[in-house]
């Protein structure tokens, strides 16, 4: 079962230096999602792609946040002169129609 | 817009006893709703979703939830906790009204505890 994965699974970063995620969605899925979750909270909408076209961007993604589907399937999230404030767990999912998701297990960042 | 809001942040249980996570939603659109379920270190799973046919909707692990339109609720439950149901639980709403990205918006969670 080839289900949503994202790499690196764990983060440690000092902060001011970048960080790339990666996501691979489901393989025929040609919807892709990227959340943030904080402690405690429920799962943040950052952005999301239909194919390799970026459709929506959440007013949580700063200018220092950037993501990308070039081929329309894996996905880059990165983050650029991170802050203490972008610790966090970021989130993958894909679907082919609305309402069929898969979530990926999460990358955890922690900004030192 | 759409929003949810998950009335309780902790609710604990004994084994054996029922279970009810209480959600109420808010939508402009006829919404599609969907309970989650977080495990410790583990990934989202789907417990169930609604999307405008039975209002009784039946999930895995014997949860159910009932769509009530004039409430405006959508809340989780199951007849018999098992210890296996600790765990963090998210109501949820599909952003599908016009813009149709089906983006997912989730309440700030539940955690259920279950004590032996």
């Known amino acids: 079962d080839t289900g949503v994965s994202q790499d690196p699974r764990h983060k440690i970063t000092k902060r001011g230096q970048n960080v790339t995620f990666r996501c691979d969605p489901i393989?025929?899925?040609?919807?892709l999602y990227w959340y943030r979750q904080t402690l405690g909270q429920g799962p943040e909408f950052l952005t999301y792609?239909?194919?390799?076209?970026?459709?929506?961007k959440s007013r949580l993604l700063s200018d220092r946040f950037s993501a990308e589907r070039p081929k329309g399937s894996f996905s880059t999230l990165e983050i650029q002169r991170t802050e203490q404030g972008d610790s966090a767990m970021y989130l993958c999912?894909?679907?082919?129609?609305?309402?069929?998701f898969g979530f990926g297990p999460g990358t955890r960042l922690t900004v030192t | 817009a759409q929003s949810v809001t998950q009335l309780d942040s902790h609710v604990s249980v004994s084994e054996g006893t029922p279970v009810l996570l209480r959600c109420n939603y808010s939508?402009?659109?006829?919404?599609?709703l969907f309970w989650y379920v977080q495990h410790p270190n583990k990934g989202l799973q789907l417990l169930l979703k609604?999307?405008?046919?039975?209002?009784l909707v039946k999930g895995i692990n014997g949860f159910e939830a009932e769509f009530k339109k004039s409430e405006t609720s959508f809340h989780l439950t199951k007849p018999s906790a098992h210890m296996s149901d600790a765990a963090e639980y998210f109501c949820?709403?599909?952003?599908?009204?016009?813009?149709?990205?089906?983006?997912?918006?989730f309440g700030q969670g539940t955690t259920l505890q279950v004590k032996p």
């Open positions: 999912a894909s679907s082919l129609e609305v309402g069929q």
């Open positions: 393989s025929e899925h040609n919807r």
């Open positions: 792609f239909q194919n390799e076209a970026q459709l929506e």
């Open positions: 939508s402009s659109y006829s919404p599609s």
């Open positions: 609604y999307t405008s046919a039975a209002t």
């Open positions: 949820v709403v599909s952003s599908d009204g016009s813009s149709n990205t089906g983006k997912l918006i």
